[in-house]
């Protein structure tokens, strides 16, 4: 499975922004799908995931503001970010693997694909 993360860039505090991952190679249909960022000197942090079926996770620092959506038709998993802060400055990864139906893996050594990352900013 190969990933691509597209669709950072910079906004202001307050603004939205929508990432894209695209996957092909392979259908994501028994894949969960999750979204890690890392800011600068700071290890990759878990975001959000969802599963297969549409079960959902997220971390307390984005809950109520990031959305985690999945089109199993066009390989593709999102994430709507409303309310952005600097603090959500970050390079956001895509990544995959397969689960089960309901599972949302939140650790970076349980997704075996990742996309190339794609660089969010967010100025005060």
């Known amino acids: 499975v190969q990933l691509q993360a597209f669709g950072g860039g910079l906004v202001q505090a307050g603004g939205s922004l929508r990432l894209s991952c695209a996957a092909s190679?392979?259908?994501?249909?028994?894949?969960?799908g999750g979204w890690f960022r890392q800011a600068p000197e700071k290890e990759r942090e878990f975001v959000s995931a969802?599963?297969?079926?549409?079960?959902?996770r997220y971390s307390d620092s984005v809950k109520g503001r990031f959305t985690i959506s999945r089109d199993n038709t066009k390989n593709m998993v999102y994430l709507q970010m409303n309310s952005l802060t600097p603090e959500d400055t970050a390079v956001y990864y895509c990544?995959?693997?397969?689960?089960?139906?309901?599972?949302?893996?939140?650790?970076?050594?349980?997704?075996?694909?990742w996309g190339q990352g794609t660089l969010v900013t967010v100025s005060s």
């Open positions: 190679g392979r259908s994501l249909h028994t894949y969960a």
């Open positions: 990544a995959a693997d397969q689960y089960r139906d309901w599972d949302t893996p939140s650790r970076v050594s349980e997704y075996q694909y």
């Open positions: 969802i599963s297969w079926v549409g079960g959902t």
